[in-house]
């Protein structure tokens, strides 16, 4: 307390003396034991009163000493252990932390990292990838502003993250201390490879890969690309001490649906060390995009030559031509492409009002109207026994796929019954029909969507003339297919929503993240927040199962798969209150990328240290490390201050005391008559 507090409350003592010697003594006859009592209540009644106005503060001051921290941060990946390190990390480890001297002058800290980071772990050397930048960067967060020295114990191989060359703070000091062989060894490795996850069938597809060579003499290799027990690709490739790294690109068919695994391999005929980096497992799942096309006529067109070549100009597309009493299975096809539907075609038209499927409806001279009105909804036809020839214009503002002018206008005229044409509220109009000069309100080329279903109607028949001008005009049939395919690629996408809607990739690489989303709607199609989702893995190798339960997320849900083995697995994924199921499965690649490196990346390390003005050190001579700790002038112990400023009494015990001694004074002076 100040000098001017304890005046202050020898002052309040005197004037709380003052006033209950006045009230109780100055004029009592008789000076009793319950008057001095009395004042004796009065006094400290006044003097409480005092003490929470004035409010006196004791301070404190105690002395700590700061340590400068040491982090030292441990490689816990899996290459240390396949290096031959794990048992030396360990014994390092000791020394550093075992050292008295350094404890002395340092906080030293023990940090582990691989994927992950942690705090005081032992390290077991299992982890499956190496994140040195996230370590950096963690301690950016423990220690801000602090000028301290780090110890990494590393082979410097990362596999994840941002170059850490870069990623430690400015005032901060590496030292690493280098795990492994510096032995150059003769080494063959495939460093990379790239493929798309997807290719269509009967396509092929590339597959980059860069093969990478450790050694100083020339070497001739051979790589190649295996499919099971068949060699699919193979080439030799020549290496020298200019001449370490070759990008080789292949051209891969994709002539099977699914998942396809391949295995590219690179060998020669010189010893390696290690030869698990010499090979590298990929996999591609193949996509059957074939659109079946039923082509339904009761006569017989060129505009149905014409139409089968265009749709099957893309190799993705299969058209049969069939009559109306041919066809049977009417669920074998995606598209039905009605041409000039009359009497014949009522059956059919039955089938596929319980199929539903998308129907791309060519009218013309032979069409029975009255029963294309009886059978859809989209377009109502009020036509006469005269012909009309139709030209077309062309509608910009038509947006329900992309598509380009191609020169409609140009094209020669349709035939068609002249009549009213009549459009509802879901169609989309792309070609406007027009005779000669004077534009008609009638479509000519529309497209409906309606509960997922798709429609498209063409309102006149010569279409075949259409390709021919094109081809004329262009010396290319290309414009008018392109024209075609994305009428019946629209007509073969299903637009439909399911209830439960579940993500996940084909194949995983091992040791990566193994994540499986899944979205569940109710019946309005709106994210249903109270799903309950599980999920029951099986093991296809031993038939094993396993449920788990999906984590609620923003928007969906999720479950991680993490430390499966490689191999092929199935899964069933269920809503309790819906009973909505989804079935699946994936494959796990055998891939250890902890498992390809030789030697530490020495290189990288001392650019490191020498970012960070620091120096490298090896296991044998981690003495020296310590020593150069030690004996660092730059790192020393703080001694800080603590003040400490609490109240003399603490306000609630004074209120407390005050109301007891009010209370005591009113029953004592109640008692003995004084009021």
Do not use: C
């Not at 150059?184 to 460093?191: A, E, G, P, Q, R």
């Not at 038509?398 to 002249?418: K, S, T, V």
């Amino acid at each position: 307390m100040t000098t001017g507090t304890v005046l202050l409350l020898l002052l309040s003592a005197i004037v709380a003396f003052a006033l209950s010697f006045y009230q109780y003594l100055f004029k009592a006859g008789k000076r009793t034991k319950t008057v001095f009592f009395l004042a004796f209540l009065r006094f400290v009644t006044f003097f409480s009163i005092f003490i929470l106005l004035i409010n006196p503060v004791i301070t404190s001051r105690s002395y700590e000493i700061v340590k400068t921290p040491l982090p030292v941060l441990v490689d816990n990946s899996q290459s240390i252990a396949e290096l031959g390190q794990d048992s030396i990390t360990k014994v390092l480890l000791e020394k550093i932390q075992s050292s008295k001297s350094l404890q002395d002058k340092f906080d030293v800290q023990l940090f582990t990292f691989d994927e992950g980071f942690e705090t005081g772990s032992a390290p077991d050397f299992k982890g499956k990838q190496t994140h040195i930048d996230q370590a950096a960067q963690n301690l950016k967060q423990l220690y801000r502003n602090r000028n301290y020295p780090v110890v990494l114990l590393t082979d410097g191989n990362q596999t994840l993250g941002n170059d850490y060359i870069y990623s430690f703070n400015q005032n901060t000091t590496v030292y690493p201390v280098v795990l492994g062989d510096t032995t150059v060894y003769t080494d063959l490795k495939i460093s990379q490879l790239n493929v798309n996850r997807y290719a269509l069938l009967k396509n092929k597809f590339p597959v980059e890969v860069f093969l990478q060579y450790n050694g100083d003499k020339p070497l001739k290799a051979v790589f190649s690309i295996t499919k099971g027990n068949t060699v699919v690709h193979k080439e030799n490739v020549q290496f020298n001490a200019g001449n370490k790294a070759k990008a080789v690109t292949v051209l891969l068919t994709a002539d099977k649906v699914g998942v396809q695994t391949y295995k590219a391999v690179i060998s020669s005929t010189e010893q390696e060390r290690n030869t698990y980096n010499n090979s590298k497992n990929f996999a591609v799942e193949v996509i059957d995009q074939r659109t079946e096309v039923a082509l339904v006529s009761a006569i017989t067109h060129p505009d149905l030559g014409t139409i089968k070549r265009s749709v099957e100009s893309n190799r993705q597309r299969k058209v049969t031509l069939l009559k109306p009493s041919e066809l049977k299975a009417i669920d074998d096809y995606n598209v039905l492409i009605l041409y000039q539907p009359d009497a014949s075609f009522r059956q059919l038209l039955d089938l596929n009002k319980n199929a539903g499927l998308s129907t791309w409806i060519i009218t013309g001279n032979s069409t029975d109207f009255s029963l294309l009105n009886q059978y859809q909804q989209q377009l109502k036809f009020r036509m006469s026994a005269q012909r009309e020839d139709y030209l077309a214009d062309f509608n910009s503002q038509f947006n329900l796929f992309a598509l380009d002018n191609i020169g409609f206008e140009q094209f020669p005229p349709l035939e068609h019954p002249f009549g009213t044409i009549t459009a509802g509220q879901n169609m989309a109009t792309l070609l406007q029909a027009r005779i000669r000069n004077v534009k008609t309100e009638n479509p000519l080329f529309a497209f409906s969507e309606t509960n997922g279903k798709r429609n498209a109607f063409l309102l006149g028949e010569g279409i075949w003339k259409w390709r021919m001008e094109n081809y004329i005009g262009k010396k290319s049939f290309d414009e008018f297919d392109v024209f075609i395919d994305k009428t019946i690629q629209f007509l073969a996408t299903n637009s439909k929503r399911k209830s439960l809607v579940v993500n996940h990739e084909n194949f995983y690489n091992s040791g990566e993240v193994i994540s499986i989303t899944a979205q569940s709607f109710n019946k309005n199609y709106e994210f249903n927040e109270n799903a309950r989702l599980t999920i029951q893995l099986k093991t296809k190798a031993d038939n094993s199962v396993k449920t788990y339960d999906f984590l609620k997320g923003t928007n969906e849900y999720k479950v991680n798969l993490d430390g499966l083995r490689a191999g092929n697995y199935s899964f069933t994924v269920k809503e309790a209150s819906s009973n909505s199921v989804y079935s699946g499965s994936f494959e796990v690649l055998d891939f250890e990328i902890e498992k390809q490196f030789v030697n530490p990346d020495v290189t990288r390390l001392k650019q490191l240290a020498e970012n960070t003005t620091g120096a490298v050190y090896y296991p044998d001579t981690i003495s020296g490390l310590i020593e150069n700790l030690i004996n660092n002038a730059d790192y020393k112990a703080i001694q800080k201050e603590r003040i400490i400023k609490q109240p003399l009494i603490d306000w609630i015990w004074l209120l407390v005391l005050l109301a007891v001694s009010l209370a005591a004074e009113w029953l004592i002076r109640k008692y003995n008559g004084l009021l």
